[in-house]
């Protein structure tokens, strides 16, 4: 009889913030990948018929809750399936301050916007963490983010940071990572988001007008190694969880 693929449902803001690359990985390991875009008002589906949750980037903030209601039933949905299902969670970006606000952790404001390829270094905890295994003490990253996590939820734990940026990445209990940077990123990824009106805007001002032009050549020559990193991480989340490739 033929078997029902693991499907991992994936919670998006904004239809070109996808999984990127990731998409590729998901389907090598035979899992179904399933998009609900919340920003187009599509509802959140029961979890427990899904693998695992990943939470993906956006333009809006955790707290414009007037502006954007949905997000209220999503931070709960994020709660309930990392503390009561313990459901391996996986957030990018907006994802991972989302997850720092479902669980109690505080977002705000950075006090400067990163924006660019910079890099990131790894905590002692970041050292010792699996979710980090094989990788260098220190990588490049694509950032494009704002906002940041301010203090961590109760019982997580830091992994990565940057001289702007404390939270780079974090860990709560067993099954749930999630990471400010981006390693998603795909060909038209900085082509894309650029044309996203909040996202230029912050990108001009760290960048200069132009500015677009130049971050997506310096992704492109570095996408060869971005695509590696991305995928270490993805197998290290994977094993880390439990989930079984079955393709």
């Not at 992704?219 to 990193?229: D, E, I, M, P, R």
Request: aromatic letters at 10%; charged letters at 15%; one cysteine or more.
């Amino acid at each position: 009889m033929p078997t029902t693929a693991p499907r991992v449902l994936v919670f998006q803001h904004l239809a070109v913030e996808h999984p990127g690359v990731f998409r590729e990985f998901l389907a090598a390991d035979g899992f179904e990948y399933v998009p609900v875009e919340l920003d187009e008002g599509e509802p959140i589906p029961a979890l427990d018929s899904y693998a695992a949750l990943w939470v993906m980037g956006g333009p809006m903030d955790v707290w414009q809750i007037d502006a954007h209601p949905w997000l209220i039933p999503e931070m709960a949905a994020i709660r309930t399936a990392v503390l009561d299902y313990s459901l391996p969670f996986l957030g990018f970006c907006l994802g991972h301050q989302l997850l720092a606000a479902a669980l109690g952790g505080a977002v705000g404001l950075a006090r400067e916007p990163e924006v660019g390829i910079l890099p990131v270094q790894r905590t002692v905890m970041g050292c010792a963490s699996p979710y980090f295994a094989g990788l260098d003490a220190d990588f490049e990253v694509l950032q494009w983010h704002s906002a940041e996590v301010t203090q961590l939820p109760r019982g997580a734990a830091c992994l990565a940071s940057s001289p702007r940026c404390a939270v780079q990445a974090m860990s709560v209990g067993q099954r749930a990572f999630s990471m400010q940077f981006h390693v998603e990123i795909s060909p038209t990824t900085v082509t894309e988001w650029s044309a996203i009106p909040a996202y230029r805007l912050a990108l001009e001002r760290s960048l200069g007008v132009g500015g677009a032009v130049a971050l997506d050549r310096a992704s492109q020559a570095q996408a060869v190694s971005f695509n590696a990193l991305a995928r270490r991480i993805y197998e290290n989340w994977r094993t880390t969880c439990g989930l079984v490739p079955t393709g």
